[in-house]
Protein backbone atom coordinates (compact mmCIF):
# COMPACT_ATOMS: atom_id res chain seq x y z
CA UNK A 1 0.00 0.00 0.00
CA UNK A 2 1.19 3.52 -1.02
CA UNK A 3 2.64 5.43 2.03
CA UNK A 4 0.68 8.70 3.08
CA UNK A 5 2.40 11.71 3.47
CA UNK A 6 2.06 15.09 4.80
CA UNK A 7 4.29 17.94 2.88
CA UNK A 8 5.07 20.92 5.25
CA UNK A 9 6.09 24.28 3.92
CA UNK A 10 7.38 26.92 5.72
CA UNK A 11 6.49 30.54 3.90
CA UNK A 12 6.20 32.52 7.32
CA UNK A 13 9.88 34.40 5.76
CA UNK A 14 9.38 38.13 6.11
CA UNK A 15 11.63 38.79 3.32
CA UNK A 16 13.54 41.86 4.24
CA UNK A 17 16.44 41.92 1.77
CA UNK A 18 14.14 41.49 -0.82
CA UNK A 19 13.00 45.03 0.01
CA UNK A 20 9.26 44.47 -0.79
CA UNK A 21 5.65 44.97 0.43
CA UNK A 22 5.23 41.49 -1.22
CA UNK A 23 5.86 38.56 1.28
CA UNK A 24 9.00 36.64 -0.52
CA UNK A 25 7.74 33.44 -1.35
CA UNK A 26 5.35 35.19 -3.54
CA UNK A 27 8.06 36.24 -5.68
CA UNK A 28 7.68 35.09 -9.09
CA UNK A 29 10.05 32.64 -10.84
CA UNK A 30 8.74 31.31 -14.62
CA UNK A 31 5.48 33.59 -13.91
CA UNK A 32 4.21 31.74 -11.00
CA UNK A 33 5.15 32.23 -6.79
CA UNK A 34 7.90 30.24 -5.45
CA UNK A 35 5.51 28.97 -2.89
CA UNK A 36 3.60 27.57 -5.85
CA UNK A 37 6.49 25.90 -7.43
CA UNK A 38 7.02 24.05 -3.98
CA UNK A 39 3.34 22.78 -3.89
CA UNK A 40 3.69 21.66 -7.64
CA UNK A 41 6.42 19.29 -6.71
CA UNK A 42 5.15 17.90 -3.57
CA UNK A 43 2.10 17.04 -5.56
CA UNK A 44 4.52 15.47 -8.42
CA UNK A 45 6.56 13.51 -5.50
CA UNK A 46 2.79 12.29 -4.49
CA UNK A 47 2.87 13.64 -1.19
CA UNK A 48 -1.45 13.69 -0.65
CA UNK A 49 -1.63 16.43 1.84
CA UNK A 50 0.36 19.91 1.96
CA UNK A 51 0.20 22.63 4.90
CA UNK A 52 1.43 25.73 4.56
CA UNK A 53 2.98 27.66 7.35
CA UNK A 54 2.74 31.44 7.15
CA UNK A 55 3.69 34.24 9.26
CA UNK A 56 0.98 36.65 10.97
CA UNK A 57 -0.66 38.88 8.42
CA UNK A 58 -0.07 37.13 5.18
CA UNK A 59 -3.58 37.26 3.43
CA UNK A 60 -1.81 37.36 0.03
CA UNK A 61 0.17 34.15 1.09
CA UNK A 62 -3.38 32.45 2.39
CA UNK A 63 -5.51 33.76 -1.31
CA UNK A 64 -2.23 32.26 -3.25
CA UNK A 65 -2.11 28.78 -1.31
CA UNK A 66 -6.00 28.58 -1.88
CA UNK A 67 -5.87 29.29 -5.72
CA UNK A 68 -2.91 26.65 -5.93
CA UNK A 69 -4.37 23.82 -4.24
CA UNK A 70 -7.45 24.07 -2.28
CA UNK A 71 -7.14 21.43 -0.42
CA UNK A 72 -3.96 22.47 1.22
CA UNK A 73 -4.24 23.72 4.86
CA UNK A 74 -2.87 27.50 5.91
CA UNK A 75 -1.39 27.47 9.58
CA UNK A 76 -0.13 31.01 11.07
CA UNK A 77 2.58 31.01 12.85
CA UNK A 78 2.59 34.79 14.89
CA UNK A 79 6.03 34.79 16.34
CA UNK A 80 8.92 33.99 14.63
CA UNK A 81 10.97 31.57 16.91
CA UNK A 82 12.72 29.37 14.75
CA UNK A 83 12.61 26.74 12.21
CA UNK A 84 10.81 24.33 14.75
CA UNK A 85 8.48 26.22 15.95
CA UNK A 86 7.06 27.07 12.61
CA UNK A 87 6.31 23.40 12.02
CA UNK A 88 4.54 23.28 15.31
CA UNK A 89 2.55 25.68 13.78
CA UNK A 90 0.89 22.61 11.90
CA UNK A 91 0.41 20.50 14.46
CA UNK A 92 -3.19 20.17 13.57
CA UNK A 93 -1.93 18.55 10.63
CA UNK A 94 0.88 16.24 12.10
CA UNK A 95 -1.19 14.99 14.28
CA UNK A 96 -3.83 13.84 12.04
CA UNK A 97 -1.24 11.02 11.47
CA UNK A 98 0.68 10.26 8.22
CA UNK A 99 3.20 7.93 7.06
CA UNK A 100 6.43 10.52 6.01
CA UNK A 101 6.58 14.46 7.03
CA UNK A 102 9.02 16.45 4.23
CA UNK A 103 9.41 19.56 5.99
CA UNK A 104 10.30 22.12 3.13
CA UNK A 105 10.84 25.85 2.57
CA UNK A 106 8.91 28.11 0.60
CA UNK A 107 11.42 30.13 -1.60
CA UNK A 108 13.40 27.07 -2.54
CA UNK A 109 11.82 26.74 -6.06
CA UNK A 110 13.77 24.36 -7.75
CA UNK A 111 14.05 21.51 -5.92
CA UNK A 112 13.04 18.37 -8.01
CA UNK A 113 10.13 15.75 -7.33
CA UNK A 114 13.00 13.20 -7.23
CA UNK A 115 15.25 14.26 -4.24
CA UNK A 116 11.08 14.40 -2.24
CA UNK A 117 11.01 10.51 -3.84
CA UNK A 118 14.28 9.72 -2.55
CA UNK A 119 13.87 11.22 0.68
CA UNK A 120 10.44 9.03 0.91
CA UNK A 121 12.56 6.23 0.47
CA UNK A 122 15.02 6.30 3.25
CA UNK A 123 12.20 6.87 5.33
CA UNK A 124 10.41 3.66 4.13
CA UNK A 125 13.09 1.80 5.21
CA UNK A 126 13.32 2.80 8.47
CA UNK A 127 14.56 5.90 9.02
CA UNK A 128 13.52 8.58 11.90
CA UNK A 129 14.64 11.43 10.17
CA UNK A 130 16.29 12.19 6.52
CA UNK A 131 18.21 15.50 6.13
CA UNK A 132 19.03 16.70 2.40
CA UNK A 133 22.93 18.05 2.20
CA UNK A 134 24.49 19.63 -0.30
CA UNK A 135 28.15 20.36 -0.69
CA UNK A 136 28.90 23.91 -0.54
CA UNK A 137 31.19 25.88 -2.45
CA UNK A 138 31.26 28.40 0.39
CA UNK A 139 29.17 26.51 3.63
CA UNK A 140 29.44 29.74 5.70
CA UNK A 141 25.65 30.65 7.31
CA UNK A 142 24.56 27.14 6.68
CA UNK A 143 23.95 24.34 9.36
CA UNK A 144 26.56 21.40 8.76
CA UNK A 145 26.14 17.91 8.71
CA UNK A 146 28.21 15.79 11.08
CA UNK A 147 28.39 12.06 9.72
CA UNK A 148 29.87 9.17 11.55
CA UNK A 149 29.92 6.11 8.57
CA UNK A 150 26.09 6.35 6.87
CA UNK A 151 24.97 7.94 9.97
CA UNK A 152 24.22 11.71 10.86
CA UNK A 153 24.88 12.32 13.87
CA UNK A 154 24.26 15.94 14.25
CA UNK A 155 23.19 19.40 12.58
CA UNK A 156 25.82 22.44 13.86
CA UNK A 157 24.15 25.86 12.95
CA UNK A 158 27.18 27.73 11.82
CA UNK A 159 26.69 30.29 14.79
CA UNK A 160 27.75 27.24 17.58
CA UNK A 161 29.69 25.17 15.25
CA UNK A 162 33.58 24.96 16.29
CA UNK A 163 36.46 26.02 13.75
CA UNK A 164 36.96 22.36 12.80
CA UNK A 165 33.45 21.88 12.10
CA UNK A 166 33.11 24.86 10.49
CA UNK A 167 35.96 23.51 8.10
CA UNK A 168 32.72 21.01 6.57
CA UNK A 169 30.98 21.66 3.47
CA UNK A 170 28.24 18.91 3.65
CA UNK A 171 25.78 21.88 4.19
CA UNK A 172 21.94 21.43 5.65
CA UNK A 173 20.11 22.63 2.59
CA UNK A 174 17.51 22.70 5.05
CA UNK A 175 14.70 20.09 3.73
CA UNK A 176 13.95 17.32 6.21
CA UNK A 177 12.25 14.24 6.46
CA UNK A 178 10.36 12.83 9.56
CA UNK A 179 9.07 9.90 10.12
CA UNK A 180 5.48 10.52 10.78
CA UNK A 181 5.36 7.83 13.72
CA UNK A 182 8.29 10.11 15.61
CA UNK A 183 7.57 13.17 14.22
CA UNK A 184 5.87 15.14 17.34
CA UNK A 185 8.22 13.46 19.98
CA UNK A 186 10.73 14.85 18.50
CA UNK A 187 9.43 18.46 17.24
CA UNK A 188 8.18 18.81 21.12
CA UNK A 189 11.50 17.94 22.53
CA UNK A 190 13.37 20.85 20.78
CA UNK A 191 14.35 23.62 23.21
CA UNK A 192 15.58 26.91 22.64
CA UNK A 193 19.22 26.99 24.11
CA UNK A 194 21.62 28.02 21.64
CA UNK A 195 23.26 31.25 20.20
CA UNK A 196 20.13 32.54 18.26
CA UNK A 197 17.35 31.41 21.21
CA UNK A 198 14.87 30.10 18.21
CA UNK A 199 13.81 26.82 18.55
CA UNK A 200 16.04 24.73 15.64
CA UNK A 201 14.68 22.26 13.53
CA UNK A 202 17.61 20.84 12.79
CA UNK A 203 18.07 19.90 16.89
CA UNK A 204 15.59 16.57 15.79
CA UNK A 205 18.52 15.08 14.47
CA UNK A 206 20.43 15.05 18.12
CA UNK A 207 17.43 14.33 19.60
CA UNK A 208 16.62 11.15 17.29
CA UNK A 209 20.36 9.73 18.49
CA UNK A 210 19.74 10.15 21.63
CA UNK A 211 16.64 8.19 21.22
CA UNK A 212 18.77 5.65 19.38
CA UNK A 213 16.68 6.36 16.18
CA UNK A 214 18.03 5.74 13.05
CA UNK A 215 18.96 9.30 11.29
CA UNK A 216 20.39 9.45 7.60
CA UNK A 217 21.48 12.23 5.07
CA UNK A 218 21.01 12.51 1.57
CA UNK A 219 22.89 14.19 -1.14
CA UNK A 220 21.13 17.05 -3.51
CA UNK A 221 22.79 19.40 -5.59
CA UNK A 222 23.53 22.99 -4.28
CA UNK A 223 21.37 24.15 -7.09
CA UNK A 224 18.28 22.65 -6.26
CA UNK A 225 18.56 23.80 -2.48
CA UNK A 226 19.11 27.44 -3.41
CA UNK A 227 17.08 29.76 -0.89
CA UNK A 228 16.03 33.02 -2.30
CA UNK A 229 16.95 36.02 -0.08
CA UNK A 230 17.33 38.66 -2.63
CA UNK A 231 16.25 39.84 -5.79
CA UNK A 232 19.81 38.89 -7.16
CA UNK A 233 18.97 35.00 -6.08
CA UNK A 234 16.14 35.88 -7.42
CA UNK A 235 17.45 36.70 -10.58
CA UNK A 236 20.29 33.90 -10.05
CA UNK A 237 17.15 30.72 -9.31
CA UNK A 238 15.21 32.28 -12.71
CA UNK A 239 17.97 32.02 -14.83
CA UNK A 240 18.67 28.41 -13.49
CA UNK A 241 15.17 27.61 -14.28
CA UNK A 242 14.91 28.65 -17.41
CA UNK A 243 18.03 26.98 -18.52
CA UNK A 244 16.64 23.32 -17.10
CA UNK A 245 13.58 24.15 -19.30
CA UNK A 246 14.59 25.18 -21.97
CA UNK A 247 17.04 21.89 -22.25
CA UNK A 248 14.29 19.94 -21.59
CA UNK A 249 11.85 21.32 -24.27
CA UNK A 250 15.00 20.66 -26.81
CA UNK A 251 15.28 17.11 -25.19
CA UNK A 252 12.13 16.79 -26.27
CA UNK A 253 11.72 18.10 -30.04
CA UNK A 254 11.73 21.82 -30.20
CA UNK A 255 14.53 23.33 -31.93
CA UNK A 256 15.85 26.80 -30.22
CA UNK A 257 17.63 28.75 -32.51
CA UNK A 258 19.04 30.65 -29.47
CA UNK A 259 17.75 29.29 -26.46
CA UNK A 260 18.95 31.98 -23.88
CA UNK A 261 16.93 34.28 -25.30
CA UNK A 262 13.90 32.15 -25.22
CA UNK A 263 11.65 32.67 -21.92
CA UNK A 264 9.68 30.49 -20.45
CA UNK A 265 6.54 29.70 -18.34
CA UNK A 266 5.85 27.42 -15.64
CA UNK A 267 3.06 25.96 -17.46
CA UNK A 268 4.37 26.54 -21.40
CA UNK A 269 3.42 23.96 -23.04
CA UNK A 270 5.28 23.19 -26.92
CA UNK A 271 5.35 20.40 -28.76
CA UNK A 272 8.00 18.34 -30.83
CA UNK A 273 8.72 19.73 -34.28
CA UNK A 274 8.05 23.57 -33.77
CA UNK A 275 10.95 25.95 -34.09
CA UNK A 276 11.75 29.29 -31.91
CA UNK A 277 13.27 32.04 -33.65
CA UNK A 278 15.55 34.34 -31.34
CA UNK A 279 13.85 36.59 -28.30
CA UNK A 280 10.61 35.23 -27.74
CA UNK A 281 8.67 35.85 -23.96
CA UNK A 282 6.14 32.74 -23.08
CA UNK A 283 3.73 34.16 -20.82
CA UNK A 284 1.36 32.43 -18.94
CA UNK A 285 -1.07 29.76 -19.84
CA UNK A 286 0.80 29.67 -23.89
CA UNK A 287 0.29 25.96 -25.93
CA UNK A 288 2.08 25.54 -29.49
CA UNK A 289 1.55 22.79 -31.38
CA UNK A 290 3.42 20.50 -33.60
CA UNK A 291 5.29 21.59 -36.58
CA UNK A 292 4.61 25.60 -35.98
CA UNK A 293 7.52 27.97 -36.13
CA UNK A 294 7.44 31.22 -33.75
CA UNK A 295 9.67 34.06 -35.46
CA UNK A 296 11.78 36.66 -33.21
CA UNK A 297 10.60 38.69 -30.75
CA UNK A 298 7.06 37.37 -30.36
CA UNK A 299 5.26 38.05 -27.01
CA UNK A 300 2.76 35.14 -26.35
CA UNK A 301 0.67 34.94 -23.67
CA UNK A 302 -2.76 33.03 -22.88
CA UNK A 303 -2.95 31.67 -26.36
CA UNK A 304 -3.09 28.02 -28.02
CA UNK A 305 -1.62 27.73 -31.38
CA UNK A 306 -2.88 25.10 -33.49
CA UNK A 307 -0.53 23.15 -35.85
CA UNK A 308 2.01 24.14 -38.50
CA UNK A 309 0.91 27.71 -37.79
CA UNK A 310 3.52 30.57 -38.80
CA UNK A 311 4.02 33.44 -35.84
CA UNK A 312 6.03 36.74 -36.02
CA UNK A 313 8.23 38.10 -36.17
CA UNK A 314 7.43 40.82 -33.98
CA UNK A 315 3.68 39.39 -33.31
CA UNK A 316 2.37 39.95 -29.94
CA UNK A 317 -0.83 37.41 -28.53
CA UNK A 318 -2.56 38.48 -25.76
CA UNK A 319 -4.85 36.14 -23.46
CA UNK A 320 -8.41 34.48 -25.51
CA UNK A 321 -6.36 33.74 -28.48
CA UNK A 322 -6.50 31.11 -30.77
CA UNK A 323 -4.60 30.22 -33.87
CA UNK A 324 -6.03 26.66 -35.50
CA UNK A 325 -3.87 24.89 -38.13
CA UNK A 326 -2.20 26.74 -40.87
CA UNK A 327 -3.03 29.73 -39.58
CA UNK A 328 -0.69 33.42 -40.03
CA UNK A 329 -0.31 35.90 -37.83
CA UNK A 330 2.66 38.30 -39.27
CA UNK A 331 4.90 41.34 -38.34
CA UNK A 332 3.45 43.90 -36.14
CA UNK A 333 0.15 42.05 -35.36
CA UNK A 334 -1.90 42.07 -32.09
CA UNK A 335 -4.38 39.88 -31.40
CA UNK A 336 -6.90 39.22 -28.09
CA UNK A 337 -9.13 37.28 -27.38
CA UNK A 338 -10.08 35.67 -30.95
CA UNK A 339 -10.59 32.72 -32.81
CA UNK A 340 -8.53 32.52 -36.17
CA UNK A 341 -9.57 29.81 -38.17
CA UNK A 342 -7.67 27.26 -40.12
CA UNK A 343 -5.57 29.02 -42.96
CA UNK A 344 -6.42 32.72 -41.96
CA UNK A 345 -3.83 34.99 -42.68
CA UNK A 346 -3.31 38.35 -40.95
CA UNK A 347 0.01 39.03 -42.03
CA UNK A 348 0.86 42.58 -40.96
CA UNK A 349 0.14 45.87 -38.94
CA UNK A 350 -2.98 44.89 -37.31
CA UNK A 351 -5.10 44.50 -33.96
CA UNK A 352 -7.88 41.91 -34.04
CA UNK A 353 -9.58 41.94 -30.65
CA UNK A 354 -12.95 39.98 -29.56
CA UNK A 355 -13.36 38.47 -32.85
CA UNK A 356 -13.51 35.58 -34.69
CA UNK A 357 -11.43 35.36 -38.74
CA UNK A 358 -13.25 32.37 -40.54
CA UNK A 359 -10.87 29.94 -42.10
CA UNK A 360 -8.70 31.00 -45.09
CA UNK A 361 -10.03 34.65 -44.57
CA UNK A 362 -7.73 37.54 -45.69
CA UNK A 363 -6.94 40.65 -43.22
CA UNK A 364 -5.19 43.00 -45.25
CA UNK A 365 -1.96 45.32 -43.67
CA UNK A 366 -3.28 47.91 -41.01
CA UNK A 367 -7.16 46.44 -40.31
CA UNK A 368 -8.12 47.58 -36.92
CA UNK A 369 -11.35 45.66 -35.19
CA UNK A 370 -12.63 48.94 -33.57
CA UNK A 371 -13.93 46.58 -30.17
CA UNK A 372 -14.31 49.48 -27.79
CA UNK A 373 -16.64 52.30 -27.57
CA UNK A 374 -15.16 53.43 -24.25
CA UNK A 375 -17.81 51.41 -22.62
CA UNK A 376 -18.08 47.77 -23.69
CA UNK A 377 -16.39 45.67 -25.67
CA UNK A 378 -18.19 44.00 -28.68
CA UNK A 379 -17.40 41.34 -31.26
CA UNK A 380 -16.33 41.23 -35.51
CA UNK A 381 -17.12 38.10 -37.03
CA UNK A 382 -15.56 37.69 -40.15
CA UNK A 383 -16.58 34.93 -42.47
CA UNK A 384 -14.90 32.33 -44.11
CA UNK A 385 -12.72 33.00 -47.34
CA UNK A 386 -13.37 37.07 -46.61
CA UNK A 387 -11.11 39.66 -47.48
CA UNK A 388 -10.28 42.67 -45.76
CA UNK A 389 -9.04 45.36 -47.52
CA UNK A 390 -5.76 46.97 -46.20
CA UNK A 391 -6.51 50.12 -44.13
CA UNK A 392 -10.20 49.70 -42.95
CA UNK A 393 -11.23 49.66 -39.51
CA UNK A 394 -14.14 47.63 -38.47
CA UNK A 395 -16.46 49.07 -36.30
CA UNK A 396 -17.90 46.37 -34.15
CA UNK A 397 -20.56 44.69 -33.12
CA UNK A 398 -20.00 44.39 -36.95
CA UNK A 399 -20.02 41.44 -38.83
CA UNK A 400 -18.75 40.36 -42.51
CA UNK A 401 -20.36 37.44 -44.10
CA UNK A 402 -18.40 34.19 -46.10
CA UNK A 403 -16.88 35.21 -48.68
CA UNK A 404 -17.16 38.75 -48.75
CA UNK A 405 -14.72 41.57 -49.47
CA UNK A 406 -14.14 45.09 -47.90
CA UNK A 407 -12.44 47.61 -49.80
CA UNK A 408 -9.17 49.02 -49.27
CA UNK A 409 -9.89 52.20 -46.43
CA UNK A 410 -12.99 51.34 -45.76
CA UNK A 411 -14.83 52.38 -41.94
CA UNK A 412 -17.17 49.21 -41.71
CA UNK A 413 -20.14 50.15 -39.27
CA UNK A 414 -22.54 47.82 -41.14
CA UNK A 415 -22.88 44.32 -41.90
CA UNK A 416 -21.57 43.21 -45.01
CA UNK A 417 -23.35 40.11 -46.47
CA UNK A 418 -22.28 37.31 -47.74
CA UNK A 419 -20.45 37.24 -51.22
CA UNK A 420 -20.67 41.43 -51.08
CA UNK A 421 -18.48 43.95 -51.30
CA UNK A 422 -18.72 46.23 -48.90
CA UNK A 423 -16.69 49.90 -49.57
CA UNK A 424 -17.48 52.51 -46.85
CA UNK A 425 -15.28 55.53 -47.64
CA UNK A 426 -15.33 58.86 -49.43
CA UNK A 427 -15.09 58.78 -53.41
CA UNK A 428 -12.32 59.58 -55.59
CA UNK A 429 -12.62 62.72 -57.91
CA UNK A 430 -9.81 63.34 -60.57
CA UNK A 431 -9.67 66.75 -61.79
CA UNK A 432 -8.18 67.14 -64.73
CA UNK A 433 -4.78 69.49 -65.05
CA UNK A 434 -5.64 70.72 -61.75
CA UNK A 435 -1.47 69.74 -61.16
CA UNK A 436 -0.31 72.01 -63.73
CA UNK A 437 -2.52 74.71 -62.46
CA UNK A 438 -0.82 73.99 -58.83
CA UNK A 439 2.41 73.83 -59.77
CA UNK A 440 1.96 77.41 -61.21
CA UNK A 441 0.54 79.04 -58.80
CA UNK A 442 3.07 77.87 -56.07
CA UNK A 443 5.91 78.88 -58.55
CA UNK A 444 4.21 82.35 -58.82
CA UNK A 445 3.91 82.96 -55.20
CA UNK A 446 7.91 81.72 -54.54
CA UNK A 447 8.77 84.29 -57.62
CA UNK A 448 6.96 86.98 -55.22
CA UNK A 449 8.50 86.24 -51.99
CA UNK A 450 12.06 86.22 -53.27
CA UNK A 451 11.56 89.82 -54.39
CA UNK A 452 10.21 91.13 -50.80
C1 LIG B 1 18.33 27.01 8.10
C2 LIG B 1 18.86 25.77 8.84
C3 LIG B 1 20.31 25.55 8.41
C4 LIG B 1 20.39 25.37 6.92
C5 LIG B 1 19.74 26.57 6.21
C6 LIG B 1 19.62 26.29 4.73
C7 LIG B 1 17.70 25.73 10.99
C8 LIG B 1 17.80 26.01 12.42
N1 LIG B 1 18.78 26.02 10.26
O1 LIG B 1 19.08 28.13 8.54
O2 LIG B 1 20.82 24.40 9.05
O3 LIG B 1 21.73 25.22 6.50
O4 LIG B 1 18.41 26.81 6.69
O5 LIG B 1 19.15 27.41 4.05
O6 LIG B 1 16.68 25.22 10.54
N2 LIG B 1 11.06 30.18 9.30
C9 LIG B 1 9.78 30.32 9.78
N3 LIG B 1 9.60 30.66 11.07
C10 LIG B 1 10.63 30.86 11.93
C11 LIG B 1 11.94 30.74 11.44
C12 LIG B 1 12.13 30.38 10.11
O7 LIG B 1 8.82 30.14 9.03
O8 LIG B 1 10.37 31.15 13.10
C13 LIG B 1 11.26 29.80 7.90
C14 LIG B 1 11.93 30.92 7.11
O9 LIG B 1 10.96 31.72 6.47
C15 LIG B 1 12.75 30.17 6.09
C16 LIG B 1 13.08 28.87 6.80
O10 LIG B 1 12.15 28.72 7.84
O11 LIG B 1 12.00 29.88 4.93
C17 LIG B 1 14.53 28.82 7.30
O12 LIG B 1 14.74 29.83 8.25
P1 LIG B 1 16.03 30.72 8.25
O13 LIG B 1 15.94 31.70 9.35
O14 LIG B 1 16.32 31.22 6.87
O15 LIG B 1 17.13 29.65 8.65
P2 LIG B 1 18.67 29.66 8.29
O16 LIG B 1 19.40 30.45 9.33
O17 LIG B 1 18.86 30.01 6.87
MG1 LIG C 1 17.75 30.95 5.33
Known amino acids: MARSCLSLILAAGE ?26 VCLEAESDTIAVVAGKGSELVIDVVEKENPNASVHVQTERLGTAHAVLAAR ?15 DTPLLTPETLSSMREVLADGAAVVVVGFYANDPSGYGRLLEQGDKLVAIREHAEASEEERKIDFCNGGIMGLSGEHALALLDSVDNQNAKGEFYLTD ?13 ALEAPEAELIGVNTRNGLAEVELLWQNTARQKLMSTGVTMQSAET ?35 FSHLEGAIIGENA ?3 PYARLRPGTELDKGSKVGNFVEVKNAKVHEGAKINH ?24 DGLNKHKTTIGKGAFIGSNSSLVAPVSIGDGAYVA ?20 QANKEGMAEAIRERNAAIKANRSKS
Not at 19 to 35: Q, Y
Not at 208 to 214: F, G, I
Not at 263 to 283: H, K, M, R
Not at 408 to 427: A, C, K, M, Q
Open 15 to 40: GTRMRSSLPKVLHEVANIPMLSHVMR
Open 92 to 106: DAIEKGVDDILILFG
Open 204 to 216: VVEIANSKNLSVK
Open 262 to 296: VFLSADTIIEPDVILEPNIVFGPNVTVKAGTKIKA
Open 310 to 312: DVG
Open 349 to 372: LTYVGDAEIGAKANIGAGTITCNY
Open 408 to 427: SGSVITDDVPENSLGIGRGR
